[in-house]
C-alpha cells in the first residue's frame, strides 16, 4: 500500500458522495484518519452504525479540527455556512474542498470564510446515482469517472491542487482542471438542463396518470423509465443546484426550447428529411461517449429486463 495523501481528512456532510469517498479512500489507503460530521443525529448514528469514518463526530468543527484536508459534502446551498462554523478551527496549511455540482456560487459563498494560510480546492466528481444518504456509498463509485478540479483563486498553491488530485486519482477518477464559469456551462448542458427536463417529463406523465389511471406506470417504455430515475434524485440538492446556476441553466434550457420549436414544426410540416438528420447526429455523439469509455452500448444500458 502506497503512504496516505493526507494523515487526517474530514467529511462534512456524510450521504452519497462523502461515503463513497470515506469507502474509497480506505481501499487506497489515502488518509491516516478519516472523521466525518452530519448534521442530523439519525445519519450520525447511521454512519457509526456501518463503520463509516473512523471517527463520527457531533459538530462539523471537532471532525474539521486539526484535519490536513476538510471536503464539504452538503448540498450546494449549505456550503457557505458550514465553512462559516469550521473556519475557526481550521488549522494552517490546511485545504479546504468540496464536491458541490456547481462551482462559481461555492467559490462565492466559501471563499470569504477561510482564513490566512488555508488552500481552497474546490473539485466536483462527475458520478453519482439517484440515490442519497450515508448508506447509498461504495467504494468503485469515482472509478474511471471524471473529478473537476476548479482552484477557487488564480494564486491557489500548485502543491495543494495536487494533492487533492492525488487524492482523487487514488480513488479511482481521472482529473480535469477547469475555470468555475466554464464548469458551470459545461454541466448545465450534460447534467443539470436533462435533470430538468427529466423532472418535467415524470411531471406531464404524471399528470397524465390521472387520465389514463395505471397506464403511464404499466406501460413504461425504457425512454420514460429513464427519465423517471433521473427525476427520482434529491430534491434538497437539485434544488440547490438550479437555483446556484440559474444563468447557465437558464441560457441552455432557451436553447432547448429552440431546438424543440424547430424539432415540433419539423414533425407537424412532416419533414422527415429533418427528422432522420437530427437523429444520425444525435446518434453519433451517444457513440462518441461510449467510445470514450463513459457508457456501455450493452442494451437497455447493460440492466437486466424488467419482471413483467
Ligand atoms: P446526500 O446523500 O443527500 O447527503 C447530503 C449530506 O449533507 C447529508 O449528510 C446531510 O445531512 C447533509 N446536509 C443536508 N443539508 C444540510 C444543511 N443544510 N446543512 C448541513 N448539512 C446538510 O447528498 P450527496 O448526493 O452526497 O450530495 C452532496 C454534495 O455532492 C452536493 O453538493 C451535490 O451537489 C454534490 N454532488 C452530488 C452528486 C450526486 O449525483 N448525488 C454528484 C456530484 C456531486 P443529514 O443526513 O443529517 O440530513
Redesign the pocket.
Known sequence: MTAPVYERVALI??????SSMFWAIKRGGLAGEVTGY???E??RETARRIGLCDRVCDSAAEAAEGADLVVL???????G??AEEIAPVLKAGACVS?????KRAVINAVAPHLPEGVHFVPA??????EH???E?GFAELYDNRWCIIVPGAEDTDPEAIAKVRTLWEGMGANVDEMDADHHDLVLAVTSHVPHAIAYTMVGVADHLRRVTESEVIKYSAAGFRDFTRIAA??P??WR??FLNNKEATLDILGRFTEELFVLQRAIRMEDGDHLHDYFTKTRAVRRSIIEAGQDTDAPNFGREAPKP
Open positions: 456532510g456524510l450521504g452519497l458522495i462523502a452530519a448534521r442530523s439519525a445519519t459534502c452538503v448540498p450546494v446551498g449549505a456550503m455556512r458550514v468540496d464536491v458541490g455540482s456547481v466536483h466528481p462527475l458520478a453519482g446515482t442519497s444518504g450515508p447509498a434524485s434529491d434538497t440538492m440547490d443546484v
